[in-house]
């Protein structure tokens, strides 16, 4: 049964950079797209970067030059780096599989961005 659990969200100020884990166990992340979603209060959840088969990465608009994607395979850890956060970058972030997410949901880990 595989299990994600997240972590390294914080409160930031605008302009500051967080690094995001996401750590897998009973499962081997390297022969599977992962991704990186997150969902804002009252918004659905929506794709941030997904990391997929041939290490090709693709990012939301909103995520293009600011975030970076990348996997551990000697840890099994899925990373998020995030770097000049906004106040719209608040929100639960979750990793799943890509391009669709297959698994059971992690609880995630909260980014508020705040002065």
């Known amino acids: 049964q595989e299990q994600l659990v997240e972590s390294g969200g914080d409160l930031v100020q605008p302009g500051g950079s967080l690094r995001l884990s996401c750590r897998a166990s009973?499962?081997?992340?390297?022969?599977?797209?992962m991704g990186w979603y997150r969902q804002a209060p009252g918004q659905e959840r929506e794709v941030v970067a997904r990391l997929l088969m041939g290490d090709f990465t693709a990012y939301a608009g909103f995520a293009e030059g600011r975030f970076t994607i990348s996997r551990d395979s000697a840890t099994n850890t899925l990373y998020l780096q995030m770097n000049n956060l906004q106040p719209d970058d608040t929100a639960v972030y979750y990793c799943n599989t890509a391009p669709t997410p297959r698994w059971s949901w992690g609880q995630g880990t909260q980014v508020a961005v705040s002065s």
């Open positions: 009973g499962v081997d992340i390297k022969i599977y797209g």
